[in-house]
């Protein structure tokens, strides 16, 4: 069983930037897709970034394009979310997810297998 636990969210003024992390539990991590998604109150979890289990291909929703970087250390077993000049459409929970024995990068969400919990993100106008 792998657990995944973020961390980094908090409230934020338009512009501003964020950096969120997930870490994994277990020893397979590096075999895992990694990824991001959030959920806004009465809308449904959406893809935000996803990265392959090298770190070689990542792929980006097209709303956080040029704003947002995912990354991985496999070594430490931690996934990022590197979040700038961030919107007020951006508040958001956004989990982290893990996608077992995927190497390519997975942007549905029926492809992942464990989520964490969530962190909140705010972002004020």
């Known amino acids: 069983q792998v657990q995944l636990v973020e961390s980094g969210g908090g409230l934020v003024q338009a512009g501003g930037s964020l950096r969120l992390s997930c870490v994994a539990s277990?020893?397979?991590?590096?075999?895992?897709?990694m990824g991001w998604f959030r959920q806004a109150l009465g809308n449904e979890r959406e893809f935000v970034a996803g990265i392959s289990w090298s770190g070689s291909s990542t792929n980006y929703a097209d709303s956080v394009k040029g704003r947002f970087t995912i990354s991985r250390d496999n070594a430490k077993n931690l996934v990022y979310l590197q979040m700038n000049a961030l919107k007020p459409e951006d508040t958001a929970v956004y989990y982290c997810?893990?996608?077992?024995?995927?190497?390519?990068?997975?942007?549905?969400?029926?492809?992942?297998?464990?989520w964490g919990q969530g962190t909140q993100v705010s972002v004020s106008a």
């Open positions: 277990g020893r397979a991590f590096s075999t895992y897709a």
């Open positions: 997810a893990g996608a077992r024995s995927v190497f390519s990068v997975a942007v549905s969400p029926n492809t992942y297998n464990y």
